[in-house]
């Protein structure tokens, strides 16, 4: 269980940063959990900055698309799924999505993107596989 450090309450030290649904699956916040993961780190924005209520900065925002955008494709997850796991509307997460979508357009955004998704469907099958 090593990628999915602190999944009951996703605590920070000064407590908890949003608050998962209580009909949000186990398997959908560690869905989540590797994702946010993955893109904090590539786009240099905090965890923090990904929840965070309203509009934010266009770095941010981009991040959180495409997080969004992760989870609905490798992860297949509804748009509604998504958007209670990132605290947003479905018609946003479709609007991320559109917005990432288009930025594909661009071939190094496209490469980037093609990496996460092969790394994450890679984790994604191996993870199954030990549970198999």
Do not use: W
Not at 18 to 34: K, L, M, W
Not at 70 to 98: I, K, N, P
Not at 103 to 109: E, F, I, T
């Amino acid at each position: 269980m090593a990628y999915f450090p602190n999944v009951a309450g996703d605590a920070f030290p000064h407590g908890l940063l949003y608050e998962t649904p209580s009909y949000t699956s186990i398997y959908s916040i560690h869905i989540r959990q590797i994702v946010e993961h993955c893109v904090v780190s590539a786009f240099d924005v905090s965890r923090e900055a990904l929840y965070a209520p309203g509009r934010s900065h266009a770095k941010t925002a981009l991040a959180r698309q495409v997080a969004m955008y992760l989870t609905h494709v490798v992860f297949g997850l509804t748009l509604t799924e998504v958007g209670e796991l990132f605290q947003r509307d479905r018609t946003t997460v479709a609007h991320g999505c559109s917005v990432v979508e288009d930025l594909r357009d661009n071939p190094d955004m496209d490469r980037v993107l093609t990496i996460f998704e092969t790394a994450l469907a890679s984790l994604m099958h191996e993870k199954t596989q030990e549970n198999a």
